[in-house]
């Protein structure tokens, strides 16, 4: 029988690593989950029911508590605040290192140490003294480790998350997996433990549209599990990745026609009318309109690719009108797996207009529209949501521009144009903000930025918590399709 690995979570805030657990297919048990944050601990205990949450400061662990969970793996993401790039990288001086530095000092003196151990951090905790600590503590318990980079967007994800992994290991290493003691940053995953991610997307996709108070749709399960053992067999081929998105979307049921009926009903339609009164620009954007529209075939992504940009203001696809300092802003290697991921709209919830009302941007956030990263459902990729998502627009997190009319698109876009290259917006008025209004912008929900993080469909939140604390928690949690993959390639044997 295999071994019950049982974990301690320590910083578990409302339970990425946790969620990465399950979704890693490991026997496990949390033994104990530690985090000082009432509403992510409310959030914690609503989703995980039967599991001991201590809500106290990891500072005042001690040696013998530790010792009598007898605990085989410790998973944490420590407070990032003190490693941020655009933070003032206080470090071992930042008083929220204090309870990791605390962690370290224990470590050594255990008599029962783990065998497995995971951290995350921002990028930029790679060049910290903290990092050079937690190496010489693990050396000193004899673990093998080895550090990574890693982005949502290289597993096919469209949301930039770079984050700094490092996955330790006391036991002997199978030399056939070694990924361990490279001292190098490693910018990818061995390919044994390669994800079948476009399944489970699939899978949670199948969920989401087509759930029913009835429960799942039988003919799509049957349509799934026929797609399972094709992925399977893919994905033993470790080629995954050639499983085309148009099966994909003929599951999840955003199939060409669809999209273009009726699919997406923030979508408003182009008819083609009244084409011969716009200028040459506005038809190659109705041309661009189009192929948008249509959720691009394979066909159509490569008769197209040159000359038609999404229709959408201030994308990726179309930097030039981007803020410089937003750009930088972006991780660098973004541009790099742009194109390989799956589509935004696989991750966006299938509602009425009704409900995402009160996700509208109001009229005071549209002032800040030129530095705002303005996404569409046929885009590949989200800038990283951060805790800030809602309170701040330059750089905190994408905007969904709902329509796609091809005139208020240019509109928007030539507003947006000139006020970049003026670097001013600041004598918009009214005449401005309606250009912006016909956009009909919003933000992600709550549960579309979970679904980005890959949190399961199981995944809720108490009814008495805001949008504003579900964005702060979620900006503040990780990745649970990376970090479950870690898990993976940690325990393999
Ligand atoms: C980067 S977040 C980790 C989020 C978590 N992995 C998740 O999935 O939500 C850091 C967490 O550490 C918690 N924290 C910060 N200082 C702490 C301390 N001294 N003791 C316990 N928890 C702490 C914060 O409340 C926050 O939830």
């Given amino acids: 029988m295999t071994e019950i690995i049982r974990v301690l979570e320590l910083y578990s805030?409302?339970?990425?690593?946790?969620?990465?657990?399950?979704?890693?297919?490991?026997?496990?048990?949390?033994?104990?989950?530690?985090?000082v944050n009432t509403t992510a601990n409310k959030i914690y205990r609503h989703n995980f029911k039967g599991t001991y949450l201590i809500e106290n400061g990891i500072e005042k662990l001690t040696v013998t508590q530790i010792d009598r969970m007898k605990i085989d793996m410790i998973l944490m993401s420590p407070p990032c605040q003190p490693f941020t790039r655009v933070g003032k990288k206080l470090d071992i001086d930042d008083l929220r290192t204090k309870s990791f530095l605390h962690l370290l000092d224990l470590l050594p003196q255990l008599t029962h140490c783990p065998s497995y151990i995971l951290v995350e951090n921002v990028k930029g905790f790679e060049e910290s003294q903290t990092r050079d600590l937690l190496i010489k503590a693990l050396q000193k318990c004899q673990f093998h480790l080895q550090e990574y980079m890693l982005t949502p967007l290289q597993f096919g994800i469209p949301n930039s998350r770079l984050r700094y992994y490092?996955?330790?290991?006391?036991?002997?290493?199978?030399?056939?997996?070694?990924?361990?003691?490279?001292?190098?940053?490693?910018?990818?995953?061995?390919?044994?433990?390669?994800?079948?991610?476009?399944?489970?997307?699939?899978?949670?996709?199948?969920?989401?549209?087509?759930?029913?108070?009835?429960?799942?749709?039988?003919?799509?399960?049957?349509?799934?599990?026929?797609?399972?053992?094709?992925?399977?067999?893919?994905?033993?081929?470790?080629?995954?990745?050639?499983?085309?998105?148009?099966?994909?979307?003929?599951?999840?049921?955003?199939?060409?026609?669809?999209?273009?009926?009726?699919?997406?009903?923030?979508?408003?339609?182009?008819?083609?009318?009244?084409?011969s009164s716009k200028t040459n620009e506005d038809q190659v954007l109705a041309k661009r309109l189009k192929t948008k529209h249509s959720c691009d075939t394979e066909e159509e992504k490569h008769s197209n690719e040159d000359d038609l940009k999404p229709l959408c203001c201030m994308c990726d696809n179309e930097n030039r009108l981007m803020d410089e300092s937003q750009l930088l802003r972006q991780d660098d290697e973004t541009e790099v797996y742009h194109g390989k991921c799956l589509q935004l709209q696989h991750?966006?919830?299938?509602?009425?207009?009704?409900?995402?009302?009160?996700?509208?941007?109001?009229?005071?956030?549209?002032?800040?529209?030129?530095?705002?990263?303005?996404?569409?459902p046929c885009i590949r990729k989200t800038i990283c949501f951060t805790k800030r998502y809602g309170h701040y627009m330059e750089g905190a997190g994408s905007i969904i521009q709902m329509s796609t009319e091809a005139e208020d698109v240019t509109r928007a876009c030539q507003l947006k144009m000139e006020a970049v290259e003026k670097k001013n917006n600041k004598n918009w008025g009214e005449k401005e903000i309606d250009i912006v209004r016909k956009l009909q912008l919003r933000y992600f929900s709550p549960?579309?930025?979970?679904?980005?993080?890959?949190?399961?469909?199981?995944?809720?939140?108490?009814?008495?918590?805001?949008?504003?604390?579900?964005n702060r928690v979620l900006g503040n949690s990780l990745n649970v399709h990376v970090v479950s993959v870690l898990i993976r390639l940690l325990t393999m044997k």
């Fill in 13 to 35: 805030g409302i339970g990425g690593m946790h969620c990465a657990l399950q979704d890693s297919g490991i026997k496990y048990e949390v033994v104990a989950a530690i985090d």
């Fill in 447 to 470: 549960r579309e930025i979970a679904n980005l993080l890959c949190f399961p469909e199981t995944f809720d939140f108490p009814e008495d918590v805001s949008t504003i604390q579900k």
């Fill in 166 to 275: 490092m996955i330790a290991n006391r036991l002997p290493v199978n030399p056939n997996y070694s990924w361990s003691n490279t001292e190098q940053l490693c910018y990818s995953v061995p390919s044994v433990v390669q994800p079948n991610l476009r399944y489970k997307i699939l899978c949670d996709t199948e969920k989401r549209c087509y759930h029913t108070d009835k429960g799942v749709n039988p003919d799509m399960i049957s349509m799934l599990n026929s797609k399972k053992e094709e992925t399977n067999s893919l994905s033993q081929n470790s080629d995954c990745e050639n499983m085309s998105e148009s099966k994909l979307d003929e599951c999840t049921g955003c199939s060409k026609n669809k999209c273009e009926e009726e699919d997406w009903m923030f979508v408003s339609h182009n008819d083609g009318e009244g084409e």
């Fill in 347 to 376: 991750f966006l919830e299938k509602q009425s207009a009704e409900y995402f009302k009160k996700y509208k941007l109001p009229d005071k956030d549209l002032k800040r529209f030129i530095v705002m990263d303005v996404v569409f």
